[in-house]
């Protein structure tokens, strides 16, 4: 299973993670994002930021939330997600290594394991302008 951290920029920007990041500033492709988290490649572990329509970093690294209530058996990729919505506006969307599940991070909260048609309505929803 290959896991993946997405984070879509809002209104607030994201500039202070994207210039400690890889730039990418290409468009956004299944293609693109699938190369980017295969294992063991140098940008796998991080976050990648979509801004717009567009791949801007890569490799991106986020503070973990220092939350105490969020159950130990989630991993370093979902305790980043909601640690970038409890500052930022973003929304992330977290594909697990272990598991394949994928859950949405937005406003502090953890949404785990939603459907195809939930994640839809997430991006609809957070993403509209």
């Known amino acids: 299973k290959i896991g993946a951290l997405i984070t879509f920029e809002r209104a607030m920007p994201l500039d202070e993670f994207i210039q400690t990041a890889f730039a990418i500033h290409a468009p956004i ?33 986020f503070p973990p939330s ?15 997600a909601i640690g970038i919505s409890e500052v930022t506006d973003s929304l992330t969307v977290i594909v697990s290594e272990q598991t394949g599940q994928i859950s949405v991070a937005v406003d502090g909260y953890l949404d785990q394991d939603i459907s195809k048609e939930s994640l839809i309505l997430y991006l609809e929803k957070y993403l509209q302008n």
């Open 66 to 80: 220092d939350n105490p209530d969020i159950p130990k058996y989630l991993g370093s990729r979902h305790r980043a």
């Open 29 to 61: 492709s299944s293609e693109l994002i699938t190369t980017i988290f295969i294992p063991k490649t140098p940008l796998h572990d991080g976050a990648v930021i979509i801004k717009g329509s567009e791949i801007v970093s890569a490799g991106t690294y």
